[in-house]
């Protein structure tokens, strides 16, 4: 996008909805703002519904796991503005108590992903008309896409001859994890190198 109508449409935000903000500024040639956790309805709204934005189409939301963080997740919205041909990216922090406004009043198109987000991540959606579980089975424990979630999972399934049924178990892991030697081979030839002349060094 052209820097000029990037630097005209920051300084419409910066007054119309600036209060709402913690953050504005271009990002690698993108519109990124940061929101007040409490304000992110009346944003989208805004960027909807005004005639110099017009962000008419949700393109995705996404949550981003910050662990050692206090508000521990980000939620990034991402719009796309087809009339004017611009797209914004909107974040807010969030808490794991915390709890984002649903935005399927605005973009009816933002029900999967919130659901993804809950399921992925564990971020709850204020108001969202059927919160579940979206792509992990039922009965599943914890959030996969968590920094701290294990990486074999809490549980297995299998299917069990004498039950006749798929059930749940403990994980057991037959053998330890593979470490793999991730070194370029260039780099093991000269780490090679460097020993053989060494050695030819002290004996010379």
């Not at 005004?50 to 521990?72: E, H, M």
């Not at 808490?95 to 406004?101: F, I, L, Q, S």
Request: charged residues 30%; glycine residues 8%; hydrophobic residues 35%.
């Amino acid at each position: 996008m052209n820097d000029d109508r990037l630097e005209l449409l920051v300084t419409r935000l910066e007054s119309k909805i600036g209060d709402a903000l913690t953050g504005i500024g271009i990002i690698r040639g993108e519109l990124s703002l940061t929101v007040h956790l409490d304000q992110i309805v009346s944003v989208l709204n805004f960027l909807r519904d005004d005639g110099k934005c017009q962000f008419t189409t949700l393109i995705d939301i996404c949550g981003v796991d910050y662990p050692g963080r206090g508000a521990r997740f980000s939620v990034v919205y991402h719009l796309l503005s087809m009339p004017l041909n611009q797209r914004i990216r909107l974040t807010v922090k969030v808490d794991e108590d915390d709890a984002v406004a649903s935005a399927i009043g605005i973009y009816p198109s933002a029900n999967w992903f919130e659901r993804e987000a809950f399921d992925m991540f564990g971020i709850v959606f204020r108001d969202h008309p059927d919160l579940r579980r979206l792509l992990t089975d039922y009965g599943f424990t914890g959030h996969p896409l968590r920094k701290d979630f294990p990486l074999s999972g809490h549980v297995e399934c299998r299917y069990d001859e004498e039950q006749k049924r798929v059930i749940y178990e403990p994980v057991s892991l037959p053998q330890e994890f593979r470490h793999f030697d991730t070194e370029s081979p260039w780099e093991g030839a000269k780490y090679v190198r460097d020993e053989a002349t060494k050695t030819e060094a002290d004996n010379g």
